[in-house]
Nanobody, 114 residues
Framework: QVQLVESGGGLVQPGGSLRLSCAAS????????MTWYRQTPGKQRELVAE????????SYADSVKGRFTISRDNNKNRVYLQMNSLKPEDTAVYYC???????WGQGTQVTVSS
């Protein structure tokens, strides 16, 4: 079955960086667009970034454009989110998602605080 396991979150100071990783299984990874979402308590999940099947095309929410970079490794069935210049408002649980399936992983907590 579909599995998505996120990792790499943690506590970081404003202006710092983190790299999130998502290990995917249960589907042919290279055939699907992949995305990262984030959610804070009391709010709906927000689409943060999307990467095409071959990694050649990406798109971002305005709030993270220029600071976050999504990438993928189809040989390793992994999708990544490099987050730079982090701000307190980036604090959230981050999830990777295959838009074709309804499955959500457990997410990884990112906290940006001094």
């Amino acid at each position: 079955q579909v599995q998505l396991v996120e990792s790499g979150g943690g506590l970081v100071q404003p202006g710092g960086s983190l790299r999130l990783s998502c290990a995917a299984s249960g589907f042919t990874f290279s055939m699907y667009v992949m995305t990262w979402y984030r959610q804070t308590p009391g709010k709906q999940r927000e689409l943060v970034a999307e990467v095409s099947k071959d990694g050649g095309s990406t798109s971002y929410a305005d709030s993270v454009k220029g600071r976050f970079t999504i990438s993928r490794d189809n040989n390793k069935n992994r999708v990544y989110l490099q987050m730079n210049s982090l701000k307190p408002e980036d604090t959230a649980v981050y999830y990777c998602k295959n838009p074709a399936f309804g499955y959500w992983g457990q997410g990884t907590q990112v906290t940006v605080s001094s």
